[in-house]
Every structure is written in C-alpha cells, then in structure tokens.
C-alpha cells in the first residue's frame, strides 16, 4: 500500500508518549504568553503580528495580574475585560479583534 504508514508495534504517536495526567501543568498567564510569542516567531508571523499580539495582551494583562495562572481565567474574567475595554471608549469590532489574539495564549 503505498502511502500508508504503518507504525511498528509498540509505537505510539508522539503525543501520548509525554503525556502524564499524574502532574497538572501550572503556567501564568505571561508564561504562556511569552511561549505563544516564541512560537509566532518560530513559525515566522510578521513582526506587524507580534506587535498586535502584545499590544492586545497588554490590557489583559492590566486586568488579570502578571500572576494569575492560565486555569483561573474564567468567563467572568473575560466579562471583566470587555468591560474594562469598553470603559477605555474601545469599539466593539476592536474588542472582538482583542479577545481573537488572546484566545489561542489562553488555551494552554
């Protein structure tokens, strides 16, 4: 069969050989922010985009604390910094544009 993989027995995929449900992962809001920005770097996003990421980070970051660990954000969080943004006289489209560039940070 040409272009299947067959993988030996006894391999499994990369993933689950480091994976340890024994030991949760405690990262900080910034931790994360800072690997998501070496990984954008790593996979050559613009210098525009970077730019955007850490400005749209900033205020979050204002609003949440440098401290805060990436399981505390809540929806209530969230619901505290649109209205933080809004009470900064943000429109609702740039709002929407924030939240989108510090989704993929908060998913770690």
């Known amino acids: 069969m040409r272009g299947v993989l067959k993988l030996k027995k006894g391999i499994s995929k990369g993933v689950q050989l480091f994976k340890n449900n024994s030991q949760e992962i405690k990262k900080t809001y910034v931790e994360a922010y800072e690997e998501y920005i070496l990984s954008a770097k790593f996979k050559g996003r613009s210098e525009d985009t970077i730019r955007t990421y850490k400005y749209h980070s900033r205020y979050f970051i204002e609003v949440l604390g440098a401290n805060t660990n990436c399981r505390e954000i809540t929806l209530n969080t969230i619901e505290a910094y649109i209205l933080y943004l809004k009470g900064k006289n943000v429109k609702s489209v740039t709002i929407n544009s924030y939240l989108q ?6 998913n770690t």
């Open 101 to 106: 560039n510090i989704s993929p940070i908060d």
